[in-house]
């Protein structure tokens, strides 16, 4: 059999000789595969909740998009937003677009300039930069006391539009909405204290209603202001599924819906052995991103089993705190229970994610990006490429061994079916 999975801008393919119960979880496909500019066109001229005639009159605008880290189609959507924003009597030169990077790097010169192109560029592009000195703006605290800290570009626009994706979160639940803006161009402060909200219970993929982590950024995008957001879903293939458009809680709310008809996916059982890779770029970009696919993976793992992680991380482990947190805490047991000991700290709480993992599966990492030395401060096993990685998996399964292919894990919930 022929195993083939996503790795940066390529596959990692091997021919599997062993003879294994091998079960493939694809993304399940969404009925009516529509045009991708048809289905969004359709989306902001159907908006939920949402009347373009309310931006007459408005003076200045800012859409916030996604960094590079997210596969969010902008060549799709900016065109035609953009046109109903000059519609509504908002001329270019008083719009921005903001790329909401987070605790990310900064967006670089290439990914403005790809942005610029796109908008012809008529319209000013920065990139959010949460350490710039005088970048943020203080705006009170939400109902969990979560200090909100938010880009001034942002808050200085009469008109605010999001846009983005939604897509499976370990923590919040799924992406999109408020998020784009709450954590794409928040401070550290309000950052840290949403992630800390991890350890409640609730705080879990999948899950949005009760997830003390997604409310909390939904009550600051009540707070701060949010006028429209365009969010997407994507398929296997990467295309747009559905798209939808308008109030940021209730239009993101129908995006989950449909979501969850896509991402989540019914497996036949536990796996001795869970071959995953986070997507493909931009979502194996670093460990810090592919370690999601990880988690994912974890869901329908035996106790003790074997992942095999595909990532390329062409930008390495993509955060010095990250990494140090895993070389301070030197073993498992040692990363888990120092983020439970002390107070929270971001990159740390990456760790922890990590170790959450490796503490239920052993995990052999095929990743161009990360060298042995990283890997063993990882604790992960390297090998040089998807055939080598089962050789070294066959070492520890049984022969009849139950094997799950995940080709894109960072946006497939996999889920055991119940008997």
Not at 162 to 177: C, E, K, L, R, T
Request: glycine share 10%; aromatic share 4%; net charge negative.
């Amino acid at each position: 059999m022929r195993i083939e999975v996503p790795y940066g801008e390529g596959a990692q393919v091997a021919e599997l000789s062993y003879p294994w119960e091998v079960e493939e979880v694809h993304l399940r496909p969404y009925p009516g595969e529509p045009d991708e500019r048809e289905e969004i066109e359709r989306a902001l001229d159907r908006p939920l909740d949402f009347d373009w005639g309310d931006l007459r009159g408005a003076r200045s605008a800012v859409i916030v998009v996604s960094d590079s880290t997210r596969p969010v189609p902008n060549k799709l959507i900016l065109p035609p937003l953009l046109e109903r924003l000059k519609e509504a009597g908002l001329e270019p030169s008083r719009m921005k677009i903001l790329v909401g990077t987070g605790l990310h790097r900064p967006a670089s010169e290439e990914e403005l300039r790809t942005l610029r192109d796109i908008t012809g560029g008529a319209v000013e592009v920065i990139s959010h930069n949460a350490y710039a000195l005088g970048i943020l703006e203080e705006s009170g605290s939400s109902s969990q006391g979560t200090p909100i800290f938010i880009n001034r570009h942002y808050l200085e626009a009469e008109m605010r539009v999001i846009v983005g994706m939604i897509d499976p979160h370990q923590i919040v639940g799924y992406s999109g909405g408020a998020k784009g803006v709450v954590i794409g161009c928040g401070g550290e402060a309000t950052i840290r204290a949403n992630h800390s909200l991890l350890r409640l219970p609730g705080s879990e993929l999948g899950r949005v209603e009760g997830n003390p982590a997604r409310e909390d950024i939904d009550d600051i995008g009540g707070r701060i202001g949010i006028n429209l957001i365009v969010n997407v879903i994507l398929d296997g293939r990467g295309r747009v599924a559905r798209a939808v458009a308008g109030h940021y809680f209730k239009a993101h709310r129908k995006g989950v819906e449909i979501a969850r008809q896509i991402c989540e996916v019914p497996v036949t059982g536990p796996a001795d052995l869970v071959i995953a890779s986070a997507g493909g770029f931009p979502k194996d970009i670093n460990l810090y991103q592919a370690q999601k696919g990880l988690a994912h993976a974890t869901r329908i793992v035996k106790e003790g089993g074997t992942i095999i992680l595909c990532a390329e991380c062409r930008e390495g482990a993509g955060d010095d705190r990250f990494v140090e947190a895993m070389r301070e805490g030197r073993t498992v047991e040692g990363v888990l229970t120092s983020f439970a000991s002390q107070e929270f700290r971001m990159g740390a709480h990456k760790a922890y994610l990590w170790c959450r993992s490796l503490k239920k599966a052993r995990v052999i990492l095929v990743s161009r990006g990360i060298d042995q030395d990283m890997a063993k401060i990882m604790q992960v096993t390297p090998a040089a490429n998807l055939a080598e990685a089962l050789q070294l998996a066959a070492e520890h399964l049984p022969l009849n061994a139950r094997v799950a292919v995940l080709p894109k894990a960072n946006s497939t919930i996999p889920y055991v079916k119940e008997a």
